[in-house]
């Protein structure tokens, strides 16, 4: 089943339940990838997205919220912080699970081993090779750890 149509049944499910938080945000997320399908459509038409795009999507909602939540805490806004996780959660359900710390490394030292000895082309390999895996900022404090900066 594509992504796509688990979302959309996972909202018909929650519907049919009566949860409004998981509601509220599978329909915000739709909103989002309905708006990304349009926009593809304008220069492709009749190309549908992908589960690669939308998990990019999905990505950067996550990503969204841990900012907010980050922001909330420091305001001292609890209700929000409490709101923003719970969004976050649900989102996380769809995404591929990110891989530790350990495996980040794994594959690091090994485009290492393979000749790529500066911060800037040692990153960009990594991601290509990461992508939609690991987050970014932990790859980066793990490159930056193994160049020895």
Do not use: C, H, W
Not at 2 to 14: E, G
Not at 81 to 97: N, R, T
């Amino acid at each position: 089943m594509a992504l796509y149509d688990q979302l959309f049944t996972d909202l018909k499910s929650a519907l049919r339940g009566g949860n409004q938080p998981r509601v509220d945000t599978l329909r915000f997320v739709l909103a989002g990838i309905n708006s990304a399908q349009k926009d593809k459509n304008v220069k492709q038409p009749g190309v549908a997205l992908a589960d690669d795009e939308i998990v990019a999507l999905l990505q950067k909602e996550a990503k969204r919220r841990k900012e907010a939540i980050e922001l909330f805490k420091q305001g001292n806004r609890d209700d929000l912080v409490q709101k923003e996780s719970a969004d976050l959660a649900v989102i996380m359900e769809y995404l591929p699970k990110e891989l530790s710390r350990e495996e980040i490394e794994k594959v690091v030292a090994g485009l290492r081993a393979q000749g790529f000895d500066d911060f800037n082309s040692l990153m960009r390999e990594a991601m290509k090779a990461l992508k939609g895996k690991a987050d970014g900022k932990l790859v980066g404090e793990v490159v930056k750890a193994n160049l020895g900066a």
